[in-house]
C-alpha cells in the first residue's frame, strides 16, 4: 500500500508549487506583502476613490476646485520653495563631508555620531531648538544687538528661514547616511589608478568618483525631497501656517480636520503624491542622462 495521510496532500501541492517557481522561502514574502498591502496599498487606493467622490459635483470636482482656487494652488509651490532648496543643501553639504569621512582618521565614529545626532531629536524637539537658538530673544539675536551689529532682532523663526532651517537639520542626517554608504561601495583601486597616471584629486573625484555617485546622488535627493516635501510640524511651529509657509501638507489637514471634507483632503493628498512623482522622474530622467552602467561597487 502507498503510504497516505495528512501530509501527502501537502506534499503534493509543494510539489506543484516548487514545479512553478514558488519554494518555501518565497513564503516568507508573505508577512512584507501583508504589510505592504495594508498599511499602504489600502490606504492608497481607498483615498484615491474617495477623492473621486465629493460631497457636491462630479468626480473631479474637488481637483477642479482645488486648482481654481490661488489660496490652495499656491501651496505647491510655496511647499517646492521650501523643499527643493533644502533637499539640493543636504545633498551638496553631505558630499564633501560623506567623502572625508570615508577614509581612516582619528575620531571617525565621534564625528559619524555627531552629524547623526539630529535624527534622534525629532521635529518638535529641533522646532523648541530653533525658537531658543534663533528667535527674536534667543542666543544668535542676543549676540547681534550686544556686539550692536543689528539695531533690532532679526527674524529667522515663524517665517520661511525657520522652516527651512529645520528641514536641513534634520534631513542632512539621512543624505549623509546615504551618501555615504554610496561613497564606500565605490571601488577605492579605480581612485588609486587614475593617481598613478597622474590625476590630482579633483580630476580623481570629477572623472571617477562624481559619475560612479551620480545615482547614489539622485536617489538620495529623491528621498531628502519627499522628506521635505511632506513638511508639516516644522511648518506650523517655527513657520507661518496662515502666510508663506502655508504647505500642501497643511491644506489637506485642515480639509479633512477643519472643514471634516475628508474627498477634498484626499483630493489634495492625490495632488501631493502627483507633484512628488513628477519631480521624482525628472530627477531620475537626469540622472540617466548623467551616467549609465554599473556602480563600480565592491561587492
Known amino acids: ?11 503534493h501541492w509543494q510539489h506543484r508549487l516548487a514545479e512553478r517557481g514558488v519554494d518555501r522561502q518565497l ?7 501583508v504589510f505592504v498591502i495594508a498599511l499602504f496599498l489600502y490606504p492608497f487606493f481607498y483615498g484615491l476613490t474617495l477623492s473621486f467622490q465629493p460631497t457636491t459635483g462630479g468626480p473631479f470636482s474637488d481637483y477642479a476646485r482645488f486648482f481654481s482656487d490661488s489660496y490652495e494652488r499656491g501651496t505647491i509651490w510655496i511647499t517646492l520653495r521650501i523643499a527643493l532648496p533644502a533637499a539640493l543643501l543636504n545633498v551638496l ?17 565621534l564625528v559619524t555620531t555627531l552629524l547623526v545626532v539630529p535624527i534622534t531629536l525629532g521635529t518638535v524637539l529641533t522646532a523648541q531648538g530653533l ?10 539675536n542676543r549676540i547681534l544687538l550686544a556686539t550692536h551689529l543689528v539695531d533690532e ?8 528661514w525657520g522652516v527651512f532651517f529645520s528641514l536641513v537639520i534634520t534631513g542632512f542626517p ?41 545615482p547614489g546622488l539622485a536617489t538620495t535627493f529623491c528621498l531628502t525631497f519627499v522628506l521635505a516635501f511632506s513638511v508639516f510640524p516644522s ?41 512628488e512623482l513628477v519631480i521624482i522622474a525628472v530627477v531620475l530622467a537626469a540622472r540617466s ?6 556602480s563600480g561597487g565592491k561587492g
Open 131 to 140: 525658537l531658543n537658538f534663533l528667535g527674536p530673544t534667543g542666543w544668535f
Open 174 to 214: 539621512f543624505a549623509f547616511l546615504l551618501v555615504l554608504s554610496y561613497l564606500s561601495g565605490i571601488d577605492p583601486t579605480l581612485e588609486r589608478a587614475a593617481a598613478t597616471l597622474g590625476a590630482d584629486w579633483r580630476r580623481r573625484f570629477t572623472r571617477i568618483t562624481l559619475p560612479l555617485l551620480m
Open 235 to 275: 511648518a506650523v511651529l517655527v513657520g507661518n501656517p496662515a502666510g508663506e509657509t502655508r504647505v500642501i501638507s497643511l491644506a489637506a489637514y485642515q480639509a479633512a480636520y477643519e472643514q471634516y471634507d475628508y474627498p477634498y483632503a484626499s483630493a489634495i493628498a492625490m495632488i501631493m503624491g502627483f507633484v
Open 289 to 294: 542622462r548623467f551616467y549609465t552602467g554599473s
Open 153 to 160: 532682532p532679526v527674524r529667522l523663526t515663524h517665517n520661511y
Open 1 to 11: 500500500m502507498s503510504g497516505a495521510g495528512p501530509g501527502r496532500p501537502l506534499a
Open 27 to 33: 513564503w516568507l514574502l508573505v508577512p512584507a506583502l
Open 93 to 109: 553639504a553631505a558630499v564633501p563631508i560623506a567623502y572625508r569621512m570615508r577614509g581612516r582618521f582619528r575620531g571617525k565614529r
